[in-house]
């Protein structure tokens, strides 16, 4: 298949769960033949070392530059456009526009488009040329703001209450018009579809699990894991609680327990609020393996977010044992007290990571039954293949009818 790829970021390095999905993915498809055009809207340029990488995997890359995150037009949008504030952010783009247009003069099996909130600058050209396009959402945006908002002054309260429901509309006008949405997990298919008003299949992230069957978990290492983007308001929540709330109380019990704090975009700033030398600042890694032998439970104290985490998934690869709230393990088919131990307070979390740091007999194999769990259910492989089938029910372009908008 010729297939137009259209994503917000660049999916290399991969810094964030959702770049990782995408590399890997587009890392699939290419391998099985079909050719691919990667257009990117980023807000950094991409190294030439980079570039090199990305194109391996597609027939052609575009790259466009996006506009300052404070710049007027994005400022003014943000208070005035019918758009929330992310579609603002990621939109209005006149270069952006121009260039998607020239890309629609040319036949694509599939138009790929990630996010509804780097829809804006498709929308009339798709909507003028009726080109049918596959919309993949990996969390349900509308209900994922409490982590950002949370951390707004009260003052912005109106401001906060008006960008959620622009989203919702946002969010379902989008869906309304793309021939397919595709979701990441069950429960946020289920959601998707009452707002899309048609039936969403489901893509899994995945894992490179030949890649993380080499990790060797050491239990007596006594190493607490955690890692994530630290622009992504979720993950410095849960940093945030593990470290104020969690962690203290598992010092209580196993002193010279240490807890590794792994990751992109890192505040300097969290050294100098968290002193405590048992605390290890890795920043990002860009191979995880050395690290995750090095380690003896992987914690995920998330409790704001959506789909499923990337995070989580490589550490069950690497057969770390793992503690985690119901967030950390949504979208995932895991049995608690079998797979992983669960926690929805920093007591009742601190207690999980003590029982994995304390008994390795029962833990080890706990690790290996997530590291099965995942080879079987969400190697990078299965996920290709189900976008192949969301792709192989597209009809044919001459079968569709223009979209009016």
Known sequence: MRILWILPYSPWPATSGGKTRQFHLLRSLAARGHRI???????????????????AIAEKLIVLPRRPLRSAKTLLAGLFAPYPLLASVNGLSSGLQDTFEQLLSEPWDVVQIEHTY?????????????????????????????????????WALPFIRYDQWRYRRWERRVMRQATQVVAVTDSD?????????????????????????????????????????????????????????????????????????????????????????????????????????????????????????????????????????????????????????????????????????????????????????VRRAHDWSVAASQLEQVYASLAPLDQKEPVCV
């Not at 055009?37 to 090199?52: E, G, W």
């Not at 780097?118 to 969390?139: D, I």
């Not at 409490?146 to 707004?152: E, F, G, K, W």
């Open 189 to 373: 298919a289920q959601t998707l579809e009452t707002i899309a008003g048609k039936p969403v299949p489901v893509v899994v992230n995945g894992v490179d699990c030949d890649h993380f069957a080499a990790a060797r978990p050491d239990p007596s290492a006594q190493r607490v894991l955690f890692l994530g983007n630290y622009e992504y308001a979720p993950n410095v929540d849960a940093i945030e609680w593990a470290l104020d709330d969690i962690l203290p109380k598992v010092w209580e019990r196993c002193p010279q327990a240490r807890m590794s704090v792994c990751g992109f975009g890192m505040p300097g700033s969290w050294r100098e609020r968290w002193k405590d030398p048992r605390i290890e600042w890795q920043g990002f890694v860009p191979n995880l393996l050395a690290l995750q032998s090095s380690s003896s439970v992987f914690l995920a104290p998330l409790r704001h977010g959506g789909g499923s985490k990337l995070k989580v998934l490589e550490a069950l690869a690497a057969g770390l044992p793992l503690a985690s709230t119901a967030q950390g393990v949504s979208g995932l088919d895991l049995v608690e007290g079998l797979d992983y131990l669960g926690g929805q307070t920093a007591a009742s979390l601190a207690d999980a990571v003590v029982r994995l740091l304390q008994f390795p007999d029962a833990a080890t194999p706990m690790g290996e039954a997530g590291r099965a769990y």
């Open 118 to 154: 780097s829809f804006q600058p498709y929308e009339q050209a798709l909507a003028r040329k009726g080109q049918p396009f596959v919309l993949t959402e990996h969390n349900v945006e509308s209900a994922l703001g409490a982590a950002t908002y949370d951390r707004l002054p009260g």
């Open 37 to 55: 055009t990667l257009l990117l809207h980023d807000k950094q340029s991409v190294a030439a070392a980079d570039r090199q990488v990305l194109e």
